[in-house]
């Protein structure tokens, strides 16, 4: 079945740090992938999406590409922020009408000022 | 800004117990998920929801599990009988019919003694 693989947490970084948490993907077809977070007592929140390969997902700073040859689709801010302080859920969606999203393990994500 | 809520924030039950956990999706969305977290592991999907029937379940959604929607604004997850292996975060979710973005509920911590 589908699935994702995401890197493993913790991750602690300086403010101003380059981010990368990586994310790999198994599906049949061509998935949507997704990028959520979760700032703490919150709910998750959609931060990216791409729909298509080669398609760039970016927001408030992050970016990921879905890379179909590789399957994978990383995400990657230039400079972080404490206020980026949070999980990082990765997630697919099958192509073939499935409606249901299917999750990474979740990184978290601490920047220290 | 429309969210979707979700009640309590935290349930504490014993085992064998009934519990009902709710949750009021954005108002002009027709399809309505419930996903689980248990504590360290993956986000997984239980059920979802559309046109007042079960669209997609699964294997974790046993006879134990029953969705309902009472009315125009509630969908609730109802667990007939907990075991200490339901302790877990609950998280709602709800969509448009032309959406590929699920927007989710802050969850609910179900703890099972």
């Known amino acids: 079945g589908d699935s994702v693989t995401q890197m493993e947490g913790p991750v602690t970084l300086s403010e101003e740090a380059f981010l990368t948490i990586n994310c790999t993907y198994t599906?049949?077809?061509?998935?949507?992938l997704f990028w959520y977070v979760q700032y703490p007592g919150e709910g998750l929140q959609l931060l990216l999406k791409a729909t298509k390969a080669d398609d760039k997902g970016s927001n408030k700073g992050f970016e990921a590409t879905y890379r179909k040859e590789t399957t994978s689709f990383h995400l990657e801010k230039g400079s972080v922020q404490v206020s980026d302080s949070a999980v990082y859920f990765c997630a697919l969606r099958a192509f073939f009408g499935n409606e249901k999203l299917t999750f990474g393990t979740g990184t978290r994500l601490t920047i220290i000022p | 800004e429309p969210e979707v809520t979700q009640t309590p924030s935290h349930q504490v039950t014993q085992m064998g117990q009934e519990v009902i956990l709710r949750c009021v999706p954005i108002?002009?969305?027709?399809?309505f998920y419930w996903y689980r977290q248990i504590l360290g592991q993956k986000v997984e999907f239980l059920v979802s929801f559309y046109n007042n029937e079960i669209s997609e379940k699964s294997e974790i959604f046993d006879d134990q599990f029953s969705v309902e929607r009472p009315d125009g604004s509630n969908f609730t997850l109802k667990i007939r009988s907990t075991k200490l292996e339901d302790s877990a975060m609950y998280f709602c979710?709800?969509?448009?019919?032309?959406?590929?973005?699920?927007?989710f509920g802050p969850g609910t911590r179900l703890t099972v003694l």
């Open positions: 979710a709800s969509s448009e019919p032309t959406s590929n973005e699920q927007f």
């Open positions: 108002s002009n969305h027709l399809y």
């Open positions: 599906a049949t077809g061509y998935p949507s």
